[in-house]
């Protein structure tokens, strides 16, 4: 399974590089570049952009493998309007191709108790075009949308992002992403499964959140549920 640091090692490899002229070339330690590459630590924010132009790729290709062009060149667009914008709120109606996704939100069960649930907004939703979901393998009727909490999951989703969840995909594949009710609070995670039905998860941001680990078992105790594979995500930076 292609992660971060197995991407960072094949384009250090593919140029030629050992660690420590990789290191060198960055002003760091070798060390920091054995971290990376076995995951032990995440470069995130500037220090991934250092290290896809040291080794002539793109930060999207080392964070999530699919661009795999190996330039970083300015892409100059060709694009022309060819109409003007639909301008639409939540009262425009649909359009034939169109669905409403709507949001799972955490909601307090009682005041001050701090305790909460998870439970879908009668409010909050997003327009999806009914091929976006087909191309994906989604269900309409199973789609929802989450928002992002935090900062876990940096630099691939900053606090407040959104994504789209299929809750008709809950068989986890090892290194892909997921949504998590757990216990009345909603997460999304990087998911690797256990011996026995537990599951590892994992954050991007690894420094500040280390992996936890369940057990079938815990996961029970403390009522994780796994809500969808996360298909769609959107970010403010």
């Known amino acids: ?23 060198r070339s960055l002003g760091l330690s ?22 896809a132009s040291a080794l002539s790729t793109s930060v999207g290709f080392l964070v999530t493998g699919e661009d795999s062009s190996g330039s970083r060149r300015k892409v100059e667009s ?12 939540d009262d425009t109606p649909l359009d034939d191709d169109e669905v409403y996704v709507p949001f799972l939100k955490e909601v307090e069960l009682s005041a001050g108790s701090g305790k909460t649930i998870v439970e879908q907004s009668h409010k ?4 999806f075009g009914k091929l976006t979901l087909r191309r994906q393998g989604v269900q309409p009727s199973d789609a929802v949308c989450v928002t992002v ?43 690797y499964r256990l011996a026995g039905g537990g599951i590892r998860m994992r954050s991007f941001n690894r420094d500040e959140h280390p992996d936890e680990e369940y057990t ?8 994780i549920t796994i809500i969808g594979r996360v298909f769609w995500s959107s970010a403010l930076w």
């Not at 079938?216 to 009522?223: G, I, N």
């Open 124 to 127: 909050q939703k997003l327009r």
């Open 149 to 191: 909490s935090g900062n876990s999951m940096e630099p691939v989703l900053p606090d407040k992002s959104t994504v789209g969840v299929d809750q008709g995909s809950t068989t986890v594949v090892d290194g892909k992403m997921y949504a998590l009710d757990h216990d009345g609070q909603l997460r999304v995670k990087t998911l």
């Open 78 to 89: 060709n694009a022309t309007m060819i109409g003007p914008f639909d301008v639409w709120d």
């Open 216 to 223: 079938s078992q815990q996961m029970e105790d403390c009522m």
């Open 30 to 51: 070798p060390q920091a570049v054995q971290k990376w590459e076995s995951e032990s630590s995440v470069p995130r924010g500037r220090r991934l952009d250092d290290i």
């Open 1 to 23: 399974m292609s992660t971060l640091g197995k991407r960072i090692a094949q384009k250090r490899e593919q140029a030629g590089l050992s660690q420590s002229e990789l290191a």
